[in-house]
């Protein structure tokens, strides 16, 4: 599987340095505008640059390899963090983690969040990764490892397709056997692993999943 990070420019946990040090060297990673300044202040490199840069730092750009850089203007019809997923689209990328896509603004964080879907459609798995959350789109079968539940308290499957979703999930403290949950419905929030893999079968519609701490 294609992987990629792209880091945004919200709110990053300095923790995940680490996780871009240990990344392997088929792992394609993108800097997007103030997430540019994470790869330069950490002395990385990353394999894509990419955003209007209204929001990094002055001093940073000369130091951006103008080679690795797309420069978009600041008016434009697209986020920056979107224009970034359209290049892993184009770069034949099947899974990314993106890093700095929420924040204090609610508008940033609700518009990426309401952008896995659509990249999802186009074959693209977005998770959106932040200190204390976790999120991806899911439509099938998919079971999540224990290694990757045991780092989160809750787990919340919430309906993002208008007719709601029928979904089945096991390895929960309550567990869901073919369930019709409603658009805007709350009754899969708040759920907890048993710290064992949980298997989630969304058999009709389209779920956002969080993977979430307090």
């Not at 008016?75 to 970034?84: I, M, V, Y």
Request: aromatic fraction near 6%.
């Amino acid at each position: 599987m294609k992987r990629g990070i792209v880091v945004a420019g919200g709110s990053v946990d300095p923790k995940f340095i680490e996780v871009l040090k240990a990344r392997g060297p088929e792992v394609i990673t993108i800097g997007v505008d103030r997430g540019i300044s994470l790869f330069l202040k950490a002395g990385l490199e990353a394999d894509h640059y990419l955003g209007d840069l209204d929001s990094i730092d002055p001093e940073d750009i000369p130091a951006i390899p103008a080679e690795r850089l797309q420069k978009f203007p600041a008016e434009k019809n697209a986020s920056d963090l979107e224009l970034a997923l359209a290049l892993c689209v184009e770069l034949d990328l099947e899974e990314v983690a993106v890093y700095g896509a929420t924040g204090t603004r609610w508008d940033h964080s609700f518009s990426n969040l309401m952008m896995l879907k659509r990249f999802y459609d186009l074959g693209l798995r977005v998770i959106l990764v932040n200190e204390k959350n976790r999120a991806m789109v899911l439509s099938s079968h998919q079971i999540i490892p224990k290694e990757v539940v045991e780092n989160y308290r809750y787990l919340s499957i919430l309906p993002i397709s208008m007719e709601g979703i029928l979904v089945s999930e096991v390895g929960v403290k309550y567990p869901l056997n073919h369930e019709h949950l409603q658009f805007g419905q709350t009754r899969g929030v708040s759920n907890e692993s048993l710290g064992e893999d949980v298997e989630i079968d969304v058999i009709e519609g389209v779920a956002l999943l969080i993977l979430s701490n307090d």
